[in-house]
């Protein structure tokens, strides 16, 4: 059965950290780019981050550069995003996504053939 399970969400307080993971089943991330996504209420969905998971390159959303990392253990076929200075404003349920490699723009959601289910992000004191 193919799909990716997101997990390490929850409640932090503002200027803390979390690190949210999204582990594959069914396939084999190593071609793959993995995006992460996030929605706040009322809020379109957003590209926080994108990972390719056969060279490494990754690339951010303005909102959260040098506050966010993307990574990826491909031995353990998952993708870790960690996110550090947290802010009220990154309160949103977060997805990770997988397109196929070599797509332009990568890790656009047009191009996702699997997601998550969420993960809950939540800032606050």
């Known amino acids: 059965q193919v799909q990716l399970v997101e997990s390490g969400g929850g409640l932090v307080q503002p200027g803390g950290s979390l690190r949210l993971s999204c582990a594959a089943s069914?396939?084999?991330?190593?071609?793959?780019?993995i995006g992460w996504f996030r929605q706040a209420p009322g809020k379109e969905r957003e590209g926080v981050s994108c990972?390719?998971?056969?060279?490494?390159?990754?690339y951010y959303a303005d909102s959260v550069k040098g506050r966010f990392t993307a990574s990826t253990d491909n031995a353990k076929n998952t993708v870790y995003l960690q996110m550090n200075s947290l802010k009220p404003e990154d309160t949103a349920v977060y997805y990770c996504?997988?397109?196929?490699?070599?797509?332009?723009?990568?890790?656009?959601?047009?191009?996702?053939?699997?997601w998550g289910q969420g993960t809950q992000v939540t800032v606050s004191s």
């Open positions: 990972i390719i998971s056969s060279d490494g390159s990754t």
């Open positions: 069914g396939f084999t991330l190593d071609y793959y780019a």
């Open positions: 996504a997988a397109a196929p490699a070599g797509m332009d723009p990568p890790c656009a959601a047009r191009y996702s053939a699997y």
